[in-house]
């Protein structure tokens, strides 16, 4: 049962645009949702997170926007550029805080920045 | 920010020995876990280790398969035993601080 997930496997934008990557949930329980990024041969990277008490988080290019009632969020990029190529994957929490941050990952999106 | 070490960032190793994978954090944590990711896959909990005592582990994951030790706050191992190329995977160490997970860099397994 995948309790978060990204419909999209793969994604193409050209350089300068936005790029708007999808997270859809199912587990009521979430509360806290973050976005992290994925180069090969490396860790996870966090991007940007929300809370449930809010609809919008931005920072700098990235702006994260939480829908509750449709169980869905997205990651906003713009402009988009060449280090923007990675993949993305959007995780949730329903224990955040106090150092308890365990994770459910979606299944990432391939995000691929078009010169 | 925390910053974490992984060894080894990768091995190649024969079916039916064991992995031992070291995660050195800088600081003191009170909750370490340990990811996996398959092939084309998510990230996936195995278990959550605490300092004194067992590790948690989620569904579909066992000790006897997994065994975690956590002497410390800022240290934890993950062995993956009797391995098998199922068992291929990047294996990742996280720690939790003010409502963000950092990872490790991963340690890439391939079972042969």
């Known amino acids: 049962d995948q309790q978060v997930k990204q419909n999209s496997p793969s994604l193409s934008v050209q350089e300068g645009r936005i790029s708007i990557l999808n997270c859809d949930y199912t587990n009521s329980m979430f509360d806290y949702f973050l976005w992290y990024k994925k180069y090969p041969a490396e860790g996870p990277t966090f991007l940007i997170s929300i809370s449930s008490i809010k609809d919008k988080n931005e920072d700098g290019r990235f702006t994260v926007f939480l829908n509750k009632s449709a169980k869905h969020l997205s990651l906003h990029i713009v402009p988009s550029q060449p280090g923007d190529s990675a993949v993305y994957f959007c995780a949730a929490s329903a224990e955040a805080g106090f150092g308890n941050e365990k994770l459910t990952f979606g299944t990432g999106t391939r995000l691929t920045i078009i010169p | 920010s925390a910053v974490i070490s992984q060894k080894p960032s990768r091995d190649i190793c024969q079916r039916g020995t064991s992995l031992t994978i070291q995660c050195q954090v800088d600081s003191q944590v009170t909750m370490m876990f340990w990811y996996r990711q398959q092939p084309g896959q998510s990230l996936t909990l195995i278990a959550t280790?605490?300092?004194?005592?067992?590790?948690?582990?989620e569904s579909g994951f066992v000790i006897d398969k997994f065994p975690i030790s956590r002497p410390n706050l800022t240290f934890s191992t993950l062995t993956v035993s009797n391995m098998s190329p199922e068992d291929s995977s990047i294996y990742l160490c996280?720690?939790?601080?003010?409502?963000?997970?950092?990872f490790g860099q991963g340690t890439r397994l391939t079972v042969v």
């Open positions: 280790a605490n300092q004194g005592s067992e590790a948690t582990y």
């Open positions: 996280s720690v939790g601080s003010q409502g963000r997970a950092f």
